[in-house]
């Protein structure tokens, strides 16, 4: 633990719509991977500080499907997807923040092995318009980004995310 | 019923990874959003001629998913994905071809109202690449979905499409 808070590396490509986040952890994949399908990990580290998640819908299975509301200061703001393919290295699904019902993002998170107990989170986040993209660069969402995986590094360093998946090797 | 086909318009965006899809029919709305969520209609127009489509997986509604199997001369060819959104006037899912397993699709339907019993769809297939995108557009689709289309002008035609959506209005 230290007093710098770890920032994600987060990038416009030039040539698509496409928002990429690259943040390393001291995870293995299968931890990485349990902290983004367990519905009880999950709440307690996605989104800004302050933020209070509560699932509506969660099946982190490929077909499966998922809703949650994100509280804060009396306001809620509903996110919404489905779950294109889920396996131990990648994660496929849709995104719809359900203040723009009609945009969708379609969002794939790769869990890069680094060795030593390290791995390399790429997200990639695809959008239909270079403006679209652009409006969630200027949402704030670094914010949203860099204290939600400030939770999971503070999970990971409590021993609170167990390193095999079931079903999975670790 | 007449004896030249109609064809569909195929355009590649310039700016974005997009293939657009638009097509006249003579339907309403309701019978087009019939045609792409009812089992046993779907699989008895989409694809080329001579191809043989199997559902594996269909639940065509919100956060449901999808996979069929399409056989032709002893090939077979298999493609997935999840619905993220079904509604009346839009479909909104995921697309894989089982032979490119990584990669996907955002693909959006439209069904726009032309009155006088005609509708426009409008569809749009999101790429990750311009490469991937353009990798589609060579690979003859255009055959694919022109074949489909007649096969679902003739389906209309013998009315074997009925006008109404259980629980919406025509």
């Known amino acids: 633990m230290n007093d710098t808070m770890t920032t994600a590396t987060i990038e416009a490509d030039p040539k698509v719509?496409?928002?990429r986040?690259?943040?390393d952890?001291?995870?293995t994949p299968a931890q990485l991977f349990r902290a983004h399908t367990d519905p009880e990990l999950f709440v307690r580290w996605v989104g800004p500080d302050g933020m209070t998640t509560t699932l509506d819908r969660w099946d982190a299975s490929t077909g499966g499907s998922w809703r949650y509301l994100a509280a804060r200061n009396?306001?809620?703001f509903g996110f919404h997807g489905c779950f294109h393919e889920v396996r131990p290295d990648r994660i496929v699904q849709t995104f719809t923040w359900e203040g723009d019902p009609d945009?969708?993002?379609?969002?794939?998170?790769?869990?890069?092995d680094l060795?030593?107990?390290?791995?390399?989170?790429r997200a990639q986040s695809l959008c239909d318009s270079f403006e679209g993209?652009?409006?969630w660069l200027r949402s704030g969402m670094e914010v949203g980004v860099d204290q939600g995986y400030a939770k999971l590094d503070a999970l990971l360093a409590a021993g609170r995310i167990a390193g095999t998946v079931e079903g999975a090797e670790a």
């Open 17 to 19: 719509p496409i928002i």
């Open 21 to 23: 986040v690259t943040r």
């Open 25 to 27: 952890f001291a995870a």
């Open 74 to 76: 009396g306001m809620e």
């Open 103 to 112: 945009g969708v993002a379609l969002e794939t998170l790769l869990f890069e």
């Open 115 to 121: 060795g030593d107990g390290r791995t390399r989170l």
């Open 133 to 135: 993209r652009d409006a």
